[in-house]
């Protein structure tokens, strides 16, 4: 699930299409944002039949594995979005009936997010279909090759980061 959400801020950041690499000429971006457009059209295809997105189903995923309950900052953090992203994420969850949102009685400011009982057997329908999709990305990867690709994503996405700041 990891290796999706990498790919898919990956994308965000700059979308390429399948370009020719050559010797003279390193395509990684257009590279990066090619694979996370194909992962992201196999999940479409997989989720679409649950009448969710998924960016929808990252959100329910992380909140049946924290126990069904998250604060909405974690979400974003999470996500690796902007706060207003998972806002409009949240809205459309709501209308849907999938999580509910409560102020923190520690703290007005923090939402808590909560999954409802139709967001866990939703959650529970499509986490199959999203493992089938990590599964293929990841096709003909040894354990070692996969976490050093967790590796490399996790410092692209530090790169463009660091980029952005200045």
């Known amino acids: ?22 010797d003279d000429f390193q395509c990684l971006g257009p590279a990066l944002g090619w694979a996370a457009h194909m992962a992201k059209a196999a999940l479409d295809a997989r989720v679409s039949r649950y009448d969710v997105t998924p960016g929808q189903t990252h ?35 709501e ?19 909560t999954l409802t009982e139709k967001g866990a057997e939703q959650q529970a329908l ?6 089938d999709v990590e599964n293929a990305i990841v096709r003909g990867f040894t354990s070692e090759e996969i976490k050093t690709l967790e590796s490399f994503l996790e410092r692209i996405i530090q790169n463009l980061k660091e980029d952005q700041a200045t």
């Open 1 to 22: 699930m990891l290796m999706f959400s990498m790919l898919i801020t990956l994308s965000l950041r700059g979308r390429g299409r399948g370009f020719p690499m050559n």
């Open 59 to 93: 959100i329910l995923l992380y909140l049946n594995q924290q126990g069904g309950r998250a604060f909405q900052h974690e979400l974003t953090g999470y996500l690796r979005v902007k706060p207003s992203t998972v806002n409009g994420l949240l809205d459309r969850m």
């Open 95 to 113: 209308e849907k009936g999938l999580v509910r949102r409560s102020i923190s009685g520690q703290d007005a400011r923090r939402r808590l997010i």
């Open 126 to 131: 499509f986490q199959k279909s999203f493992l």
